[in-house]
């Protein structure tokens, strides 16, 4: 957060709560940059009283082959996430510490992971991708077969459908920092080669409606994924953030499904396998099935909802004083670009418009900002967020309504920030 | 046909040449015995399934030596998603939760147990698939499961889901 004691003149409020309008960004920048002119001015006596650090005293370090974040940062973590700790250690999470992130980009070592039967050690000259099935002429390819193809790449958020699972089932909201509440979501640029190239070379047939996709890890984590998606926008992405993708991630190649919820975007990916049908795979079957209010299950739920979280402030953060405050989020959808991300800091009762930090890719993190003057009342943060086919985020007891009470996978309602008189700031379902 | 729609149309098929063959085409020949099992899946109408069978009695000792530390002595107390349904901590218990009973013998089989997978037999995973169903009481104890007979199992929940791909496709829900 940024909070600054000088405000631009004469507020100009967007809606309640404090809320101001989008234009007050570009004038406080404005007023800014005219003030640091003015500053110039050689001040007389400067050398005698300010401080001279000792790093400007002594040569820096060297040239460095890989660049690490700075040691004061080391904190910056993914939160581990381990549901049966010891037991089944190969079945683990990590959460990417959204606070503590202001971009789009999700730095490489604090993308997500959602393991099911850990991280392989996996040798790449090894490493093969199978085309098989009904095609005509089964293929493989190794990494250095692949690197010779034409790329695409792209932007692109992951989530697990199980991400903010808290939020979904726990009867009292958890106290605890967007890394452990929505940090099963990441966005990276993707890089790599799209799956209609490789399956048009083996010849899909014309009843393969359907294609296996299997990871090359301990439980061959298998998926299967409509023709009709793999021959749009998929791709086997070999680069994460122009390097190669990161163990973590699926080295050295996994499937990119844009918009589709993270499980099928299998990592360490190895075989291509042409069906008829969905073999109706451990994951399709049960553990990303939702069940319904009725009873009844949803299966074969691709697409994520559109979504959007305030990260700044958000839960575990502490308000330094009253005064001004940027207001900062993100926001995505799995079916296209955001179109509209709307705040409230009076729990809903008005809203202001937030600005949209272009560009605005598709099925890709977004950013939004709000300039806020938080006079130290208690205020009530949120964020609902609209894609371009229109859809809105809906409240948590409208979601509510139509799971079973036990489902938490495609959780995507507004989330409310509770900030309290004192400059807290709680997680509430408000 | 005008000179300049013929020029049109040639253009328009050699584009289409080229996008049949848009990559270089460096995929090296598949032969069946380099395709290891877990590159399939065994399908829900049993295209796939080995030869082999087990029954409930031959996979309960099975379990107890290497699935009840996760899934509870009884396949119901877990802490892992129990198998076993109804259970008070996972509301899709494998064995009466899923559609089709292939799944089971696949599933165990290439990724069970989890420190361990791959380490099962066809028989055994059979005789897993066998124990889970006859708890969850979805077969009778003395049922062998085998490629002739784990199709044939009609699992309770099948018929109450609905298939979202296909009645609204890339919508989300």
Not at chain 1, 222 to 236: C, G, N, Q, T, W
Not at chain 2, 45 to 60: F, K, M, V, Y
Not at chain 2, 150 to 160: A, H, I, Q, Y
């Amino acid at each position: 957060m940024t909070n600054s004691s000088v405000l631009p003149p004469q507020p100009d409020f967007a809606a309640g709560g404090g809320l101001l309008s989008r234009r007050m960004l570009l004038r406080g920048a404005a007023a800014g940059s005219a003030a640091g002119f003015a500053n110039l001015a050689m001040p007389e006596r400067a050398r005698a009283e300010a401080e001279i650090p000792e790093w400007v005293r002594v040569a820096g370090a060297r040239a460095r082959g890989y660049g690490m974040p700075a040691e004061q940062e080391a904190d910056v973590q993914r939160a581990i996430i381990e549901p049966f700790g010891e037991l089944a250690q190969a079945f683990s999470f990590s959460g990417t510490p959204h606070h503590r992130l202001r971009g789009t980009i999700t730095p490489s070592g604090l993308h997500f992971e959602v393991h099911h039967g850990g991280r392989p050690d996996l040798d790449p000259a090894r490493h093969r991708l199978m085309i098989h099935g009904m095609v005509d002429r089964p293929i493989r390819l190794d990494l250095d077969a692949l690197e010779r193809y034409p790329m695409v790449s792209a932007v692109h958020f992951l989530e697990c459908s199980g991400n903010s699972f808290f939020n979904a089932v726990m009867p009292e909201p958890m106290q605890a920092g967007c890394d452990m509440l929505h940090g099963l979501l990441s966005n990276s640029e993707w890089t790599g080669v799209p799956v209609r190239i490789l399956l048009e070379e083996a010849g899909i047939r014309p009843e393969g409606r359907w294609v296996l996709a299997v990871g090359n890890d301990a439980p061959s984590l298998a998926r299967s994924i409509p023709v009709e998606k793999l021959m749009d926008d998929a791709f086997i992405a070999l680069y994460q953030n122009g390097e190669r993708i990161r163990p973590e991630q699926g080295y050295p190649m996994r499937l990119l499904l844009p918009g589709f919820e993270g499980n099928m975007n299998v990592k360490w990916i190895t075989s291509l396998w042409v069906t008829d049908a969905p073999a109706h795979t451990k994951d399709e079957s049960g553990e990303y099935t939702e069940i319904l209010a009725d009873g009844s299950s949803v299966k074969f739920t691709f697409a994520m909802g559109v979504k959007s979280l305030v990260t700044h402030p958000s839960a575990t953060m502490t308000m330094s004083g009253p005064g001004f405050y940027e207001i900062s989020g993100i926001a995505w959808s799995g079916a296209g670009p955001i179109r509209k991300v709307e705040i409230s800091a009076d729990g809903g009762a008005s809203w202001a418009e937030a600005e949209l930090s272009g560009p605005v890719h598709p099925r890709a993190l977004t950013r939004f900002r709000l300039p806020w003057q938080w006079e130290g009342a208690p205020a009530l943060l949120m964020s609902r967020a609209e894609d371009a086919t229109g859809a809105v985020q809906p409240t948590r007891s409208t979601w509510k309504a139509k799971y079973d009470p036990s489902n938490f996978l495609h959780y995507n309602a507004i989330q409310p920030w509770q900030v309290t008189p004192e400059g807290m700031v709680q997680n509430v379902y408000a | 046909m005008s000179m300049r729609s013929l020029i049109a149309t040639a253009l328009v098929v050699s584009l289409a040449d080229l996008a049949a063959a848009e990559g270089p085409g460096l995929g090296a020949p598949l032969a069946a015995d380099e395709i290891p099992f877990y590159a399939t899946y065994v399908m829900p109408d049993g295209r796939g399934l080995p030869a082999g069978s087990g029954t409930a009695a031959e996979g309960a000792g099975i379990y107890a030596a290497k699935c009840a530390l996760c899934h509870g002595a009884t396949g119901v107390e877990g802490p892992v998603m129990p198998p076993v349904g109804p259970n008070d901590v996972w509301a899709k218990p494998a064995g009466r939760y899923w559609p089709y009973a292939t799944t089971i013998f696949d599933y165990v089989r290439r990724a069970m147990p989890l420190d361990e997978p791959k380490s099962l037999s066809d028989a055994e995973a059979y005789a897993l698939t066998a124990f889970i169903l006859s708890r969850n009481g979805v077969i009778g104890e003395g049922d062998a499961m085998s490629a002739q007979t784990l199709p044939d199992v009609v699992m309770p929940n099948r018929e109450n889901f609905v298939d979202v791909w296909a009645t609204q496709g890339v919508t989300p829900w």
